[in-house]
């Protein structure tokens, strides 16, 4: 790709002081700004700068708190670990009295994350069999979730409870933000290696900087895509996308590349899914992206689908058309699932404003879990003052559903007591608790057959 040919807005929020952050809101000449970096001069829009200034502003916000954000993450994650080391607080304090308090491992196959303590199942679902047409949705979920976890939790998740292959689990250097951000891991299911990736860790500032980085990154033919989840996947500093790279660091879509051309070479019967939950759901629809414009067609016909749960929006109309010719061409099956009032697959806006958009067929699950297929999300942009009384109600249906669903499902469907609290703040903010793992998980097991019957027909 010629670099003539590149278009970019790039925001560069360390840069940007207090009087230059107001003056965002003024002056419409931006592009003059030490902390812009676009290829296309002209004025901004006052919606645009408007966008400039908030996305500027929350992650210099974000870059203020970071430490205390993590600090309060690993406290947290560590109590919560603590607690279920010693079986509950009856058992903690039992064994402080008799001095044999058990102290949890960040590193090993015990240790649940904080995404993990909202939804602690690890078992497969064993009514969803291989050759079921939601087997594949109900294990990328099912990966999805765990990918949140440390490697020992995953290679034990992997091998022991659900009996398959693990292939590996990596740590992907981010060129833009200088360490390495972006996790994934892998595994083989019979004839299907299963690619995911790994979303945004509630207590991690670089990740919520990558979602709310508003700059973006043209290429020809393709269109806009979301600058902060291309960083993610690899975009090299001097924004280049090279077909070869030779990288003392692991970069996540060169790495994965190298890794899947491999594996796929020993076996032409062997074929791929990539998912993810939220930035990784981004990063799992992204990387086919770069495969079509790197021409590499003998991976793109083994890509068997894409499965994403709770993923924003990604890029503007015209790589909406591109993604859909190409997923067409090679017949791969692109399923986003949302569920319900989810925040995060409603972000960035679709209007003339943000030009982010939505592509493909969208899977949705209502709050009951009935599935059905249809072209956009309902409230599709969130903030509605016409859906805010109906989200505030399907917010206290699910409040109160979290102690009755196990007695209508099972108790493999019970909640706990901290998703449950979470759920209490998706009184004030719904659609908050709606993005967590579990919803997804159970529309995949409660609702997928009749979603993917629909889908068939």
């Avoid at 903690?92 to 199942?121: E, Q």
């Avoid at 291309?230 to 994965?256: F, T």
Wanted: aromatic share 12%.
């Amino acid at each position: 790709m010629a670099c003539e040919k590149r278009s970019y807005m790039l925001l560069s929020p360390e840069k940007v002081g207090v009087v230059d952050l107001f003056r965002i809101l003024i002056h419409s000449d931006v592009h003059k700004r030490e902390f812009v970096d676009c290829s296309e001069k002209g004025e901004e829009s006052f919606e645009r700068r408007w966008i400039m200034f908030v996305s500027i502003l929350a992650q210099k916000l974000l870059l203020l708190v970071a430490k205390p954000m993590s600090w309060i993450g690993l406290v947290l994650e560590f109590w919560l670990n603590l607690l279920s080391s010693n079986q509950n607080l009856g058992g903690l304090l039992i064994n402080c009295f008799r001095g044999k308090v058990v102290m949890p491992d960040k590193a090993s196959g015990s240790f649940v994350s904080f995404i993990g303590n909202l939804d602690k199942r690890v078992e497969l679902d064993k009514s969803i069999s291989p050759g079921d047409s939601e087997y594949y949705a109900a294990l990328s979920m099912m990966a999805s979730k765990a990918s949140y976890e440390n490697k020992a939790y995953i290679q034990t998740t992997v091998t022991h409870h659900w009996q398959r292959e693990f292939l590996g689990f990596y740590d992907f250097w981010n060129d833009h933000q200088g360490r390495a951000t972006t996790q994934a891991f892998m595994l083989r299911d019979r004839d299907t290696i299963v690619v995911a990736f790994r979303g945004t860790e509630p207590f991690n500032a670089d990740d919520w900087c990558s979602d709310i980085d508003l700059s973006w990154y043209g290429m020809p033919r393709v269109g806009k895509i979301h600058v902060g989840f291309m960083k993610a996947l690899g975009l090299q500093k001097n924004l280049s996308w090279p077909k070869e790279l030779d990288s003392r660091r692991p970069l996540a879509y060169y790495a994965i590349r190298e890794k899947l051309r491999s594996l796929l070479g020993k076996n032409d019967k062997v074929k791929y899914v990539l998912t993810g939950h939220s930035l990784g759901g981004a990063l799992a629809i992204l990387f086919p992206a770069i495969l079509a414009m790197h021409e590499e067609t003998r991976l793109m016909e083994r890509l068997e689908g894409v499965y994403t749960f709770g993923q924003p929006r990604v890029g503007d109309d015209k790589f909406g058309e591109f993604m859909e010719r190409v997923l067409e061409e090679h017949q791969i099956n692109y399923f986003r699932f949302v569920y319900g009032n989810d925040i995060v697959p409603r972000l960035p806006y679709d209007n003339s404003t943000f030009m982010f958009k939505h592509f493909g067929r969208c899977c949705y699950f209502n709050s009951k879990y009935e599935g059905k297929i249809v072209q956009e999300e309902p409230n599709k942009n969130y903030f509605s003052p016409l859906n805010t009384i109906p989200m505030m109600m399907n917010a206290w249906y699910e409040l109160i559903r979290s102690f009755t669903i196990d007695c209508k499902n099972g108790l493999d469907y019970k909640e706990g007591l901290l998703l449950r609290t979470f759920r209490v703040i998706g009184l004030l903010i719904p659609g908050a608790p709606a993005h967590s793992p579990q919803d997804y998980v159970n529309a995949t097991r409660l609702g997928g057959s009749q979603l993917f019957q629909q889908y068939q027909q």
